[in-house]
C-alpha cells in the first residue's frame, strides 16, 4: 500500500532528523534559505518531525486517511492529493512568515489534513472518531477542525503552525472536487463546512496584508491597552506629579503595525 510506503519513509527519514541536527536544520522549511534558492525545502520539510509524538500523529491520520483514498481511488490519486497539500500548506506558511526570515516549521501536518479534507468530501458518510472517543459526522468534524484552526492561528501559543493545517485542508478539498466536479453540488454540506470559513479566513489574511493572525492580534491589543490607559479620570491625572514641559507620561514605545519587523517569536521551530 502506498499509505504505509509513506509511512515507512516518513519514519526513515524523521529518525534522521531526531538524530543528526544538520540533517533537520536542511530539510526543514527556513523562509530564510527558500528565500536564497533552496525550494526543495518546501517538500522535504513535510518528511521530518519536532517530536516522536508528532510523528505518531500524523502517521496513524496518514495511514487511516490515506488507506480510504488509496482503497476507492487508486495509490496515484491519493498521493496527488498528499504532496499537492503539502505543496500548498507550506507556500501558504512561506508567505505568512516570509517577513521573518528565521522562522521555521516541520511536519506533514498540512498534507496529512489534505487527506482529511478529500476524505470528508469524497466519502461524507464516513463518519470520523474525535479525539479517539467521540463519533462525528464528517462534515461536523471537518467544520469544528477548520473553526478551531483558524482560532489557534489567531491566538498563535501553541508553537504549532496552524495556518499550514488551513491551507492543506483547503487544497485537499479543492484536489477533491478536481477529482470528481459533481461533488461540488452532490456533497454541498461537507464543501460548505470546510471552505465558508477557510473563505472568510483568507479575506481577513488578505487584508491584513499576509500577516500572521497572532501578530494583528497583538497589535490590536496593544493599540486598545494603550487607549484605554490614555483615558484614565481627569481627577486621577491631577493626583499625579506634575512633570516637566517636554515630558511623557507614559514610555512605553508604540505597537509594531502589522508588517513590522516582530521577529522574536519566530525564533523556534514550529510543528506542523
Known sequence: MASVALMILHIWISYLGFTRTTFMNAWKLEVGAIQEGQLRRMITCGFVHLSQQHLLFNMIALVLFGYLLEDAYGPGWMLLIYFISLLASSAFVYYTYRKYPQYSAVGASGAVAGLVSAVIVLMPEVDIVAWGIIPLPSWLYGFLYIVYTIYKSYRR?????????????????????????????????????????????????????????????????????????????MAKKRSMVQQTPGSSDNNMPEPSAPGANNSSRMEKDQDR
Not at 500577516?211 to 494583528?216: G, H, I, P, Q
Request: charged residues 15%.
Open 157 to 233: 501559543n501553541d508553537g504549532i503552525c496552524h495556518e499550514a493545517h488551513a491551507m492543506g485542508s483547503l487544497a485537499g478539498l479543492v484536489m477533491a472536487i478536481l477529482y470528481d466536479p459533481s461533488t461540488a453540488w452532490q456533497h454541498y454540506v461537507p464543501v460548505l463546512s470546510i471552505s465558508l470559513p477557510m473563505v472568510l479566513y483568507l479575506l481577513f489574511f488578505i487584508k491584513t496584508d499576509g500577516e500572521s493572525l497572532y501578530v494583528v492580534y497583538l497589535y490590536w491589543v496593544k493599540k486598545w491597552s494603550r487607549r484605554n490607559r490614555n483615558r484614565e479620570p
